[in-house]
């Protein structure tokens, strides 16, 4: 294990207004609050990738797995209970190698291919648009289709639309309804492209801005549908690509893109997700924290050319990203998910919700069986992760106003010099007038009293939930899943216009007032 200075400094995250004795002070900004959180930060991400489809979501109808029309039934019931509000699919990566006419009609007819990308598995298309689109019904959420520019064609892109969203007589409606669907789907969302610059076709951002531009004119709103169209973005540091997109795109796309991973790096060894240090988890949070950073120099460039932020800002793939978990098939991004994944998920959200002005979407990769799980599934087992317990004590904030905070906490000192804040924490009011205030102590060992000043909001009661476990490096397991789950918290007690809250070590929590 390696020493970490615990520096003792203080850092003022914005303009502290009041001063205690105590180092963690918060102050709920109420006459702030005016920013609505899109429920949409809190979407899902579901690639054709290792067992994230086939075994993960669907498992198909004749199987002996408990399944509604092919959907497995345990993982169907898990994500009812996490109120997700859109689900990107099929890649990634994926997408721009997927066409989508192969995964349609009977599926004794559906070509098979080979998964390129992700482990050259092969891809059988059992799962297509219609299996998706439904499952987005039963979830009630709504799609993101991720179209294919890298190897497909713009007739290929617009028929999909037209077969989609189109109650037309026309041909790919006609199709659609020969292949057993009457009634078109809403889409709303539509990713041209992925990864454009990499996976997605290796191209320039000018290149890809006229691409784009072709593309976009023929993805037509049929029916009453209003299509959604969203640029690819830049990756992380890229902030040329967000710059030229916005030039040279501009208000012919709704949403642009933008991918940040919390990761060691793309060469060699991106580290275990179980087996790792004290000082390996302060770096993996200072890591994660540095989202901050790249979100608002992206803003700072989207708002040069649209200052009144008609263009959103689509955060569509973020999360760990670990080595896989040994003896698993490679290529197929399997990894476990420990109390520190769950560390991630609570900063990053609440970092998201202080941008929603132009942050509209976020989506975890991915929602199973892939890098920063909701759910992991073996054969008929499924298990749910710390990750999905924070989306679940989140939910709260979905379409609740964003109140700002000042927090003035203790930092620590992290491998390169990063100071990471050891409270980080987020707060909103709900249409029933209801505040939730979530909290991260991300110190391992110590516990931390937090003083939440409360001016003006006469709190007489306050109740709470927890999510917490003995060590940061524990996880649930098919054989011990419940290490990690949510529990009932009452660590927080009222004082007249103040909350004083005991945080245990390592803990997160979220309180209602
Ligand atoms: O989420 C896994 C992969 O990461 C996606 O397919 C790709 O877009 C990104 O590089």
Known sequence: ???????????????????????????????????????????????????????????????????????????????????????????????????????????????????????????????GTHEFLNLCEILECEP????????????????????????????????????????????????????????????????????????????????????????????????????????????????????????????????????????DYYWTLGKCREVEDVLKKHCDIMDEYDKNKNIALLLDEWGTWWDEAPGTVPGHLYQQNTLRDAFVASLSFDIFHKYTDRLKMANIAQIANVLQSMILTDGDKMVLTPSYYVFKMYNVHQDATHIPLDIACDTIEVRDGRKLPLISATASKDKNGKIHISMSNVDIKKDQEVVINLPGLNAKKVTGEIITAKNIDDYNSFENPNKVVLKPFDGAKVKKDQLIVKVPAHSIVTLEL
């Open 144 to 279: 993101y289709i991720s179209g294919n520019v890298g190897s497909g064609t713009v007739e290929e892109l617009a028929k999909w639309v037209e077969y989609m969203t189109s109650n037309d007589q026309s041909p790919m409606a006609d199709l659609r309804r020969q292949n057993g669907r009457e009634k078109a789907w809403d889409v709303k969302y539509l990713g041209v492209g992925n990864e454009s610059w990499g996976c997605g076709g290796n191209m320039r951002p000018e290149y890809y801005a006229d691409l784009y531009r072709r593309y976009a004119t023929y993805c037509r709103n049929f029916s009453g549908n209003r299509l959604f169209k969203i640029a690819s973005g830049a990756s992380d540091y890229d902030y040329n690509w967000t710059k030229v997109l916005m030039d040279r795109v501009g208000r012919q796309m709704d949403g642009l893109s933008l991918h940040y991973y919390t990761v060691a790096g793309w060469e060699g060894s991106k580290g275990s997700a179980t087996d790792f240090d004290n000082d």
């Open 1 to 127: 294990m390696k020493n970490i200075l615990l520096t003792g400094s203080f850092v003022m995250l914005s303009s502290l207004s009041c001063f205690s004795q105590n180092n963690n002070v918060i102050t709920v900004q109420t006459d702030q609050a005016t920013q609505v959180i899109p429920k949409e930060i809190y979407g899902q991400f579901a690639e054709h990738l290792g067992t994230c489809i086939y075994g993960g979501l669907w498992v198909g109808p004749e199987s002996s797995i408990a399944n509604q029309d092919g959907y497995r039934l345990d993982v169907l019931n898990a994500l009812k209970d996490l109120n997700i509000p859109v689900l990107r699919w099929p890649g990634g990566c994926f997408a721009d190698e997927y066409h989508w006419m192969d995964g349609i009609g009977p599926k004794e007819n559906r070509p098979t291919m080979i998964n390129n990308n992700w482990g050259g598995t092969v891809e059988d298309n059992s799962f």
